[in-house]
């Protein structure tokens, strides 16, 4: 299985983005999907996850209140709108389609990722 991440760029703290994550050659609707972020020098951790029907999400504490995860199946697309940004949030992010939130299981391979650079 294979995800495609898109969506990042250069910003200023205090700016948006919104990431997305398309499947390519299998629909999405059957998986939670799970947003991680991998910064220089440190290890790839969880930001947020998200139900397969999209009933349920949950985050990280260093972006609650600031991110939100959505899926639209329809779209087979899931989405990361990450506003008031910090340089803290410089970072390669991922998606993968995953068994659960927690203890899961990775289903996908990891992406490319798309690179989200947080500065003035």
């Known amino acids: 299985l294979q995800l495609v991440e898109s969506g990042g760029g250069l910003v200023q703290p205090g700016g948006s983005l919104r990431l997305s994550c398309a499947a390519s050659?299998?629909?999405?609707?059957?998986?939670?999907i799970g947003w991680f972020r991998q910064a220089p020098g440190k290890e790839r951790e969880g930001v947020s996850c998200?139900?397969?029907?999209?009933?349920?999400?949950n985050y990280a504490d260093s972006v609650k209140g600031r991110f939100t995860i959505s899926r639209d199946n329809a779209k087979n697309t899931v989405y990361l709108q990450m506003n008031s940004l910090k340089p803290e949030d410089t970072a390669i992010y991922y998606c993968?389609?995953?068994?659960?939130?927690?203890?899961?299981?990775?289903?996908?391979?990891w992406g490319q990722g798309t690179q989200v650079s947080v500065s003035s």
């Open positions: 993968a389609a995953l068994s659960r939130c927690n203890d899961y299981v990775r289903f996908s391979s």
């Open positions: 998200i139900s397969s029907n999209g009933g349920s999400t």
């Open positions: 050659g299998f629909t999405l609707d059957r998986y939670v």
